[in-house]
């Protein structure tokens, strides 16, 4: 959905732009053909990889750019360091990008063996078999439930607790076959992909940092910049439209020890898409794993 999110996006061909998710710096990229060389490209990523490879994608294109490690939660000290204070677009392209998941070593991918992983940001923090191989049989099953959406979340749990007495699951290839022998061949390939999502969002903590990233991109927009949001799954999209519901039909931001309301409740987001877009046949057929994305655009007002 580059093309929509570029025509929706762009409101100022002047302004100052970021991208929350640089990845591979596609969408940056394509933002770059529509503005002016006077506009400036910001791009984020946690994976310092991601870092790198959208810094080689932008090196050619006629605007200033800077891309820079670090989590999106974070957006509001990040800005202040760029000296940064508005934008005219923000994007959020959630989830992972096609060279996480094709990469065996970074452990994302249930169709290819590797070390379980599965952070954005390896330079610190738990991996998926930290996880795994410490969390409660409860712990498991509410995990793989509420992230992954999976009913047999507590048989599955069940298995990985048995297998990892015997020996430790440090492996995708692994985890995978514990979780297939737990459920009839026809499910196999869906369960496997939920129980990987539930871990991947555990493990990088991701539906807490899209709450936390929301609020702070709505301050930093100017008036009438948008805030386009991509997401690949329920949860997240949940999120997403429920905050832009709240932000968009105004409601009282008081401190509860006021006994009156003094901010007057007003909306700060107008919606751009009622309904979220979703990619047309032609792009899901050039790119299965875009069948999922929903696309929401938003525009700051102000009082
Ligand atoms: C779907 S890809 C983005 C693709 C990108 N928009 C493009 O055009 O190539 C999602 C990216 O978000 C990054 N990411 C996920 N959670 C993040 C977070 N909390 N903070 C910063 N980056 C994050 C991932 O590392 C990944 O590179």
Redesign the pocket.
């Known amino acids: 959905m580059v093309d929509e999110v570029v025509r929706l996006l762009v409101s100022d061909p002047e302004g100052a732009y970021l991208?929350?998710?640089?990845?591979?710096?596609?969408?940056l990229f394509a933002l770059a053909s529509r503005l002016s060389p006077n506009a400036r490209l910001y791009g984020?990523?946690?994976?310092p990889q991601?870092v790198a490879r959208a810094e080689k994608r932008l090196s050619g294109v006629s605007q200033k750019v800077r891309i820079v490690h670090g989590?999106?939660?974070a957006l509001q000290r990040i800005a202040a360091e760029l000296g940064v204070n508005e934008f005219a677009g923000i994007l959020l392209?959630?989830?992972?990008?096609s060279d996480?998941i094709d990469d065996p070593a970074r452990g994302f991918s249930f169709q290819a063996d590797g070390p379980l992983d599965m952070r954005?940001d390896q330079s610190g923090g738990m991996t998926a078999a930290d996880l795994v191989n410490t969390k409660t049989e409860a712990e498991l099953t509410d995990m793989i439930r509420s992230f992954g959406e999976e009913r047999d979340a507590r048989r599955i749990a069940r298995a990985i607790v048995r297998e990892r007495q015997t020996e430790m699951i440090l492996t995708t290839q692994r985890l995978a076959d514990i979780v297939s022998s737990q459920v009839p061949p026809p499910h196999r390939t869906k369960t496997r992909a939920r129980v990987f999502q539930a871990i991947r969002i555990a493990v990088?903590n991701?539906l807490g940092?899209v709450e936390e990233v929301l609020p702070q991109a709505v301050a930093l927009l100017a008036t009438g910049g948008r805030l386009a949001v991509i997401s690949y799954h329920s949860l997240e999209d949940r999120i997403i439209k429920q905050y832009f519901r709240k932000q968009s039909t105004g409601y009282c931001t008081c401190p509860r020890e006021i006994p009156v309301c003094v901010c007057g409740g007003k909306p700060s987001l107008n919606l751009l898409t009622r309904k979220s877009l979703t990619p047309s046949e032609a792009e899901i057929n050039a790119n299965p794993r875009a069948r999922s994305a929903r696309l929401r655009v938003a525009e700051r007002v102000r009082p």
Do not use: M
């Open positions: 991208d929350l998710t640089a990845g591979g710096g596609g969408h984020l990523d946690r994976d991601a989590p999106f939660d392209d959630l989830g992972i990008s996480q954005f990088n991701e940092r």
